[in-house]
Nanobody
Framework: QVQLVESGGGLVQAGGSLRLSCAAS??????KGWFRQAPGKEREFVAAIGRSSINTYYADSVKGRFTISRDNAKNTVYLQMNSLNLEDTAVYYC?????????????????WGQGTQVTVSS
């Protein structure tokens, strides 16, 4: 059974930092990433990383503030989030793709975690 389990979400003040982790089990993935969905909004791409960690992609809204990384030995992907603002409040979903043809397209990801809540307060 394939599982993606996120952790590290929570409540943080604006300007603060959080680190999300996502541990995968049951298989490995070519591409891993994060999407998020805020209340009343569509799900959006946040960041993605290839197997070798050479290729990384970020949404414009998080570029320079968020860093994605992965540890293949632990089958885990991370999202370091700095300088958080109110617009970052959302449920964050870890994703995994076996093909990884389009890093920013949610349809490219076969597996999704259950999500972890990130809330940024003023």
């Amino acid at each position: 059974q394939v599982q993606l389990v996120e952790s590290g979400g929570g409540l943080v003040q604006a300007g603060g930092s959080l680190r999300l982790s996502c541990a995968a089990s049951g298989r490995t993935f070519s591409g891993k990433g994060w999407f998020r969905q805020a209340p009343g909004k569509e799900r959006e791409f946040v960041a993605a990383i290839g197997r070798s960690s050479i290729n990384t992609y970020y949404a414009d809204s998080v570029k320079g503030r968020f860093t994605i990384s992965r540890d293949n030995a632990k089958n885990t992907v991370y999202l370091q989030m700095n300088s958080l603002n109110l617009e970052d409040t959302a449920v964050y979903y870890c994703v995994g793709s076996s093909r990884w043809l389009n890093a920013r397209d949610s349809k490219d990801y076969d597996y999704w975690g259950q999500g972890t809540q990130v809330t940024v307060s003023s």
